[in-house]
């Protein structure tokens, strides 16, 4: 038990898990335009999001945008946005020399100790168990 009374973090990232990429199967081709891909997206997904038992928040180079572009699409409000600090140089040739993605440190230090579940079509294998040894610096 880790103490905190405060819901688990959900971190989201936008392009692949909420908005995938290429084609959808199901529907009749729709071009290259931006939009095509918003067109997408469903109020459902929004309602799923917001009842699992966490706290939603954006993980994504989107970051402000998810919430202009993204939220109001599928119907959720405004979220937490994690903002992307430049990295160290230390920083990216530990990332790299463990086969981390770069957003693993950021969130980890992000979540504070908090519990917290991540989907990003970027997570690695090597990812995971790094989840237990980064800390907050």
Same mark, same amino acid.
């Given at each position: 038990?880790? =103490? @905190? %009374?405060?819901?688990?973090? /959900?971190?989201? +990232?936008?392009?692949?898990? &909420? ?6 199967? @199901?529907?009749? #081709? $729709? =071009?290259? %335009?931006? +939009? ?8 459902? #997904?929004?309602?799923? /999001? !917001?009842? /699992?038992?966490?706290? #939603? ?16 699409? &599928? ?13 160290? *140089?230390? @920083?990216?040739?530990? *990332?790299?020399?463990?086969? /981390?993605?770069?957003? %693993? ?6 979540? =504070? =100790? ?6 990003? *079509?970027?997570?690695?294998? !090597?990812?995971?168990?790094?989840? $237990?040894? &980064?800390? @907050?610096?």
């Amino acid at each position: 038990m880790t =103490g @905190h %009374t405060e819901r688990p973090l /959900l971190f989201l +990232d936008v392009d692949g898990p &909420i908005l995938p990429f290429g084609e959808d199967p @199901h529907r009749a #081709l $729709r =071009g290259t %335009t931006p +939009d095509a891909r918003l067109a997408r997206l469903t109020c459902e #997904l929004g309602s799923r /999001l !917001a009842a /699992l038992p966490c706290e #939603l928040v954006w993980a994504t180079t989107w970051e402000e945008e998810a919430n202009a572009e993204i939220a109001p699409r &599928i119907g959720l409000p405004r979220l937490p946005v994690v903002t992307w600090p430049e990295p160290t *140089d230390q @920083h990216e040739r530990e *990332d790299r020399w463990f086969g /981390l993605c770069w957003k %693993t440190r950021p969130l980890v230090n992000w979540a =504070g =100790g908090r519990p917290f579940a991540w989907v990003d *079509d970027e997570i690695t294998d !090597a990812d995971r168990p790094a989840f $237990r040894v &980064i800390r @907050h610096v």
